[in-house]
């Protein structure tokens, strides 16, 4: 019982860094919540796959992941936003309104490709290490780390070229490139 | 919101890179990317978790509690 106790305690304190890995994935913060239950229900029926004292959450973003792309595969390129539909749903989320500068990294994190963006997202801001990502993931470390040099690169591109006016002068690109935006 | 002004203090707590050439990606572009990255993940990753996944866990531990009981007898 106890075990079934601490094995809960620990999903739930996961729960937040897979809303926030299934909203990288996903572009929608609805579908993001719908992939967490899923990979909720299917933790849960495995856990006795899990090995108490080993690392869930790797394991938790592995079926995470793993779910995300089966649905890809069954659902085809539907499933994939356009590239505006994702950055104007993500700009519909009522507590966004206002980050201008968050909405422009956005913005450049959904023209990357998905393998970069979740390879950024996993070594950046989930805090997993190249080998821990490589496993998620299911390819060589030294491939992790391409994609996530490939990924700062674009970004860094992306918004240096958006930078140029469109944005105005909170615009992200003006701090990270640190030109004054074109007045 | 503890949330924005988290944000904010990220953003505003970005050190002043004028001095980085705006080619090349120097460490400065990086950090400011990292920050930002955090920024983006931490958005959602610092929301209290929603109740409708504590009641979905209710449920199938419930479910499971029911299914081994029966299965006992």
């Keep these: ?183 | 919101m503890s949330d924005r002004e988290k944000d904010k203090d990220v953003q505003s707590s970005q050190p002043q890179r004028s001095q980085a050439p705006a080619s090349g990606g120097g460490g400065g572009v990086q950090a400011a990317i990292g920050k930002q990255l955090k920024a983006y993940y931490d958005d959602v990753a610092s929301e209290p978790v929603p109740d409708r996944f504590l009641t979905l866990l209710d449920a199938l531990d419930k479910a499971e509690s029911a299914s081994k009981s029966s299965s006992r007898e």
């Design chain 1, 1 to 183: 019982m106890s075990e079934q106790a601490d094995f809960r305690r620990e999903l739930i304190g996961i729960i937040p860094n897979l809303r926030a890995f299934a909203t990288s994935l996903t572009g929608s913060y609805d579908r993001a919540d719908d992939l967490v239950q899923e990979t909720l229900v299917k933790a849960w029926d495995k856990q006795n796959t899990f090995q108490p004292g080993t690392n869930m959450k790797a394991w938790l973003f592995t079926i995470l992941r793993n779910e995300f792309y089966t649905q890809m595969r069954k659902k085809g390129r539907e499933v994939q936003d356009v590239d505006g539909v994702h950055a104007m749903q993500l700009a519909g989320h009522p507590e966004q309104q206002g980050h201008l500068d968050l909405q422009d990294f956005r913005r450049a994190l959904d023209l990357l490709p998905d393998d970069q963006r979740e390879a950024l997202i996993l070594i950046g801001a989930s805090g997993f290490s190249y080998e821990e990502a490589a496993e998620i993931c299911k390819c060589a470390v030294g491939t992790i780390k391409s994609r996530v040099s490939r990924a700062r690169t674009r970004i860094a591109e992306i918004l240096g070229v958006e930078g140029d006016g469109d944005y105005g002068p909170d615009s992200i690109a003006s701090q990270i490139i640190g030109v004054a935006p074109a007045a």
